[in-house]
């Protein structure tokens, strides 16, 4: 099974897909291959598999990504290889992915995988502080291209089979573990 979470830049995709690892067995995360500079506290193969923007342009030409795309002009995909692997291990897959790549996936894989999408919803003023509040701190530039983006996330929320209210880190990773052992119990049926 494959468990999207989708929202915003500072929607806390990222901070779930953690918690989820933590107190789920046989959850594993699937980081996705980005041209962007690894930041202090990326780790290689963890946040992301950081390749230069030649080589994954390389990777689009030898068709390696399920999906990909360009966000905050950087490059952004899920490896084929790398899915069909962990998807054959039988593990549960939590990925953090745009709007775009959600539509992707759910289109590429809906006949052989079963695939459960989140969307987290955090208002705008909110989003904005926890931007601006973050350890990496984005320059002002790109905490306006993230805010500018907002609107167009959120007018994709059709998409998706979950929307949560984010406003509340325990209550959301509880509601997201329920529907992932309630969407695991409808595949074994």
Not at 2 to 21: E, H, M, P, R, W
Not at 30 to 43: A, K, N, Q, V, Y
Not at 91 to 96: A, E, F, G, R
Not at 152 to 170: A, M, P, T
Request: negative net charge; hydrophobic residues 30%.
């Amino acid at each position: 099974m494959l468990v999207i979470l989708s929202g915003v830049a500072g929607a806390g995709k990222d901070t779930i897909k953690k918690q989820l690892i933590e107190r789920m067995e046989n959850v594993e995360s699937l980081p996705s291959f980005t041209s962007r500079p690894r930041r202090e506290g990326d780790i290689e193969g963890q946040t992301y598999h950081f390749v230069s923007r030649e080589e994954f342009e390389k990777m689009i030409e030898k068709e390696e990504f399920y999906e990909y795309d360009i966000h905050h002009n950087q490059y952004y995909g899920t490896s084929r290889k790398l899915l069909n692997e962990k998807i054959k291990s039988g593990k549960i897959i939590v990925k953090d992915i745009d709007v775009n790549g959600t539509e992707h996936l759910k289109e590429l894989l809906k006949e052989d995988t079963r695939v459960v999408t989140i969307f987290l919803r955090v208002p705008k003023e909110e989003l904005k502080k926890r931007l601006e509040a973050r350890v990496d701190k984005p320059s002002p530039q790109e905490v306006i291209l993230r805010l500018n983006r907002f609107d167009y996330e959120e007018s994709k929320i059709s998409l998706y089979d979950y929307v949560l209210k984010n406003d509340d880190l325990e209550k959301t990773v509880q509601i997201i573990k329920t529907i992932i052992e309630n969407e695991q119990k409808m595949e074994e049926e």
